[in-house]
């Protein structure tokens, strides 16, 4: 006698009876692909590389209708209530059941490269059951995550994406996506929920704005049917399995079967099992290991808001970064910068800095007006710190210097390359404004705001420009005839989708704090007239603005060795979200570190550049001696980041 879930299985008609039936049974559903004997090895290889949107449950023997490890009693023939039909990589029909299907090669088939059909189609064929997001909903309905394509009865949205999967094989096309809409109080629900279950695609692979993903308009989805968001909704996008039915398209074997989107396979096991079945049988292959450990459960940030989009990383990646946070606050000089800390700035920061590719940094703050040079020691450590692990990174960074100090930047530049203190040599530019669209010139190609040059601009020790316009030292000197307007550069921002900022300080008068103005101006010596008035996205406020630039360096070194963070950013496309250890060991050696940075600080003395806080042209920033004091803070960053004496995340 049949079970229930085989009677439904066998009887029901439509993808909605099928996904409520899902959904109340808590029982997991299946993508089925069923192509050729002699794709499988290539298509197991793609599924192994593209492991958000192809998480194989199970693969077939040549021939093989069951499904044992999945199902009992299952045909595959007939178990599905709609099968899509290809030949030549064309969709021909759609069908109840296969049962009595036999191909009728065409004259293209016949015609085609790839092995030819054989008279008895089945024999030659194999089944791939992938898992299915459908999966999942049940948890997040339990979760208190309200499920908007159930709720309004349709089936859910999926869309063709602009996202390549990794090819293998004859394998290769674009990733498909499903769209559910979650209230902004729920992602971390909806995060953890699904996250918990890597066989229904797991944990969601971008949170946002859907034309990051390239896809336009909501309302035209390329399958399945529109849902619609609910004020207070974000989208929120999960890989899809229908991305296989994209593989078959694009590689056109002679003949092949799927499942009609949204018509699944229903299986036997319950949803509440998050990891493959056991035993595997002998055609089940590796996937996803469901750790649950809390550590590696993501949780989900605000980055942006123009254009709205969210990131992810795991909690124990986020608690290192907090202990950084924590570390470059104190206070040693006594200069109340305490007063100005804001949480997980740093945090929000390095989270945006990943997803960015091209980087711009500034710094230079001419304190010392009388002197020659009149540059300080802090901020160019930070800054070059920074830079090298963005390069390592593979990001393109570019530095933008007062032109009064070019020559000499380019010199430092030159030598901290040359000693190992930078990875790679990068350009150094300036900005003056001759006319009123220079900055939006300088940020986008052509002064089109569609194509920023940038996605991020930096600033560290900066001098910032006040309410009055001037620029001010911490003694209420004015510096202005020694800086150039890169302040107007942060400004021009604000208005460029795609362009965040952040300002790094340790006084209130460096350019990008201006955010706390406020404080700066009751609770900073001359804070009325110092405080700088251009803010930034971000303000990371430190005891040393070096310092802040380290905790940036190391904090990004901690989010590309998450799992959690990787695969968001990578979009669940890898064949393991743990990386290389050639790439791993070049991350590690663009740490700041001890010898780095006091060799980038010897080089500054050497150019006569001074300590801001007391001018002495000696191995000390704003007054405090390198030893022990700045290479204390160096090596407990690196404790932290590195995992010494500290649980990994």
């Not at 296969?98 to 009728?104: E, I, R, T």
């Not at 790839?114 to 064929?125: F, G, L, N, V, Y």
């Not at 802090?378 to 032109?403: E, H, N, Y």
């Not at 990371?540 to 190391?554: F, Q, R």
Request: hydrophobic content about 40%.
């Amino acid at each position: 006698m049949l079970t229930a879930v085989q009677a439904t299985r066998r009887s029901l008609g439509y993808f909605r009876s099928v996904s409520n039936y899902g959904i109340n049974s808590g029982h997991q559903q299946a993508n089925v692909v069923i192509l050729p004997n002699h794709l499988a090895k290539d298509f197991e290889e793609f599924c192994r590389r593209n492991l958000a949107p192809l998480p194989l449950l199970y693969h077939s023997r040549s021939g093989e209708t069951s499904c044992t490890p999945l199902a009992r009693n299952a045909d595959i023939r007939t178990d599905i209530s709609q099968y899509h039909v290809y030949e030549e990589g064309c969709l021909v029909k759609t069908v109840s059941s296969l049962q009595s299907y036999f191909a009728q090669p065409s004259a293209a088939g016949a015609a085609s490269q790839q092995q030819p059909a054989p008279q008895d189609p089945w024999s030659d064929m194999v089944c791939f059951y992938l898992g299915c997001s459908f999966g999942f909903e049940d948890h997040l309905r339990k979760a208190g995550v309200p499920v908007r394509n159930v709720e309004q009865g349709t089936n859910v949205s999926m869309y063709r994406t602009a996202v390549r999967c990794v090819p293998a094989g004859v394998f290769s096309c674009l990733l498909v996506v499903t769209m559910r809409p979650v209230p902004a109080a729920m992602l971390d629900a909806a995060v953890e929920v699904t996250h918990l279950n890597p066989l229904a695609h797991g944990a969601p692979v971008h949170i946002g704005d859907p034309a990051l993903l390239g896809i336009h308009n909501l309302s035209t989805p390329d399958y399945g049917e529109p849902v619609q968001l609910l004020p207070g909704d974000v989208p929120v996008f999960w890989a899809c399995g229908v991305t296989a039915i994209e593989a078959i398209l694009c590689s056109k074997p002679y003949l092949a079967f799927s499942h009609s989107p949204g018509c699944m396979f229903l299986t036997d096991i319950p949803n509440s099992r998050p990891s493959p079945p056991h035993p595997r049988s002998k055609g089940a292959v590796g996937s996803p290991s469901a750790d649950h450990d809390a550590e590696l459960i993501p949780l989900c940030f605000l980055i942006s808001h123009n254009p709205l989009l969210y990131s992810l990383a795991s909690q124990g990646a986020v608690a290192k970064i907090r202990q950084l946070e924590t570390i470059i606050g104190e206070d040693p000089g006594q200069r109340g910068i305490r007063a100005l800390f804001v949480q997980d700035e740093l945090l929000l920061s390095c989270l945006t800095l990943s997803h960015a590719n091209s980087v711009a940094i500034t710094t230079g703050f001419p304190t010392h007006h009388m002197q020659s040079p009149p540059d300080e020691t802090d901020g160019p450590p930070g800054a070059i710190a920074m830079a090298t692990m963005l390069l390592s990174l593979g990001k393109q960074v570019t530095m933008v210097m007062d032109r009064r100090a070019l020559e000499m930047n380019q010199a430092i530049i030159d030598e901290a390359v040359s000693t190992g203190v930078l990875k790679n040599a990068i350009p150094i530019v300036t900005f003056e404004e001759s006319s009123p669209d220079s900055a939006l010139h300088f940020l986008c190609h052509h002064g089109d705001p569609k194509k920023p040059r940038y996605d991020h601009l930096v600033a560290i020790e900066r001098s910032g420009r006040a309410e009055d316009g001037n620029y001010y030292n911490m003694r209420g000197v004015n510096v202005k005839h020694l800086v150039d307007p890169i302040d107007n550069l942060f400004l021009a921002a604000k208005d460029i989708p795609g362009i965040s900022t952040t300002g790094i300080g340790d006084g209130g008068n460096e350019l990008g704090m201006g955010g706390l103005r406020d404080k700066v101006r009751t609770m900073m010596p001359n804070g009325g007239l110092i405080a700088c008035d251009v803010p930034a996205d971000y303000a990371i406020t430190a005891g040393v603005s070096n310092w802040g630039g380290y905790a940036v360096a190391c904090g990004l070194y901690l989010l590309h060795t998450c799992p959690s963070h990787q695969r968001y950013r990578l979009r669940g496309l890898a064949a393991e979200q743990t990386t290389p250890q050639e790439q791993l060991q070049d991350w590690t050696a663009n740490l700041p570190s001890v010898d780095k940075e006091e060799s980038i600080l010897s080089t500054l003395v050497r150019f006569g550049i001074r300590s801001g806080k007391t001018g002495n042209l000696a191995m000390e920033v704003d007054g405090l001696t390198f030893h022990p004091t700045h290479s204390d803070i160096i090596t407990r960053l690196l404790d932290v980041t590195l995992g010494r004496n500290t649980l990994n995340p």
